[in-house]
């Protein structure tokens, strides 16, 4: 397994509301990154992305003008796979489906060396089934970061069956090295957050059907009551309560629970298109949703 010393470039999969952030916080640590997507205009459009959040931080006096420049220079935008040889970190931040996770981290892992660690910021899929087929699967790690990842502190790891005790302290490593709190949980459905955060969130939402309060009362009462930093219907909004969904029909199946059954409200708002901050409306209503 790579050393964290040896530890330069990293491959970041998806330029999106995960993979951008991922790719700007190794940046900022001063790793040399590749941010890849399927098409070159989506790839540049996280790159244009990293560039707003950095030039906030300029604003806000936490970052300097021209290391706001040395930032985006380690940060390439890239349209193929082949042009993230040599990586010795990979972070995948696709959609939430199995088999596009294993086949992009499959054919990526057939160009890196054998001491690469392939890390998923999956929030919920088995590792297990994730590292099958790929070479070396004791190099497969989860990595979950939390939204907007620059800003979240905290970085679960996730242990799969096959992942060595090697990959799990690269992991630590590198997360401890780019500002995050670590913790550590097993390859169980939902691992420990999404599992806690999506109870929570369908019963939210639960109460919004039922009229038992507004979303921003629901929202403030464990903003103000239980010291969240944001309430369960505002993050959702934010995670998308497509994604939302998703991992509640998935913890719903995988658990044989009927905590995790989505209300049909999720279902009716996710078929009617409000998403959530992206776009424009789920809970609360967005006036601009470009950043």
């Not at 970052?63 to 970190?89: I, K, Y």
């Not at 799969?160 to 990959?167: F, I, K, M, R």
Request: proline share 4%; charged share 25%.
């Amino acid at each position: 397994m790579t050393s964290l010393e040896g530890v330069r470039k990293v491959a970041v999969l998806g330029a999106g509301t995960m993979g951008h952030g991922i790719a700007q916080l190794a940046a900022r640590a001063g790793f040399e990154v590749a941010l890849y997507d399927l098409t070159r205009d989506a790839a540049e459009r996280g790159l244009a992305r990293i560039g707003r959040n950095l030039e906030i931080a300029v604003q806000k006096g936490k970052l300097t003008a021209s290391d706001r420049e040395a930032v985006l220079a380690r940060v390439s935008a890239v349209d193929s796979l082949g042009e993230l040889a040599g990586a010795q970190w990979v972070v995948e931040a696709v959609p939430e489906d199995l088999a596009l996770k294993q086949k992009l981290l499959s054919e990526l892992a057939h160009s890196l060396g054998p001491d690469a660690l392939l890390a998923s910021n999956t929030s919920s899929l088995s590792l297990t089934r994730l590292a099958q087929g790929i070479p070396h699967p004791e190099r497969v790690v989860g990595m979950h970061f939390f939204n907007p990842p620059h800003l979240m502190k905290l970085l679960e790891l996730v242990r799969g069956n096959q992942t060595s005790d090697a990959a799990m302290r690269l992991a630590r490593g590198l997360g401890e090295k780019l500002g995050k709190d670590c913790i550590e949980v097993r390859d169980a459905p939902g691992f420990a957050s999404s599992r806690l955060g999506i109870c929570l969130a369908m019963e939210a939402i639960r109460m919004v059907e039922e009229q038992v309060a507004s979303p921003a009362d629901i929202d403030k009462a464990m903003e103000l009551g239980y010291n969240h930093p944001m309430g369960p219907l505002r993050l959702t909004d934010l995670v998308g309560l497509d994604v939302r969904l998703t991992i509640a029909d998935y913890l719903r199946e995988a658990l044989n629970s009927p905590r995790f059954e989505a209300p049909g409200l999720l279902r009716r708002m996710v078929a009617e298109g409000k998403l959530g901050k992206k776009s424009g409306e789920g809970f609360y209503r967005y006036e601009d949703i470009s950043k």
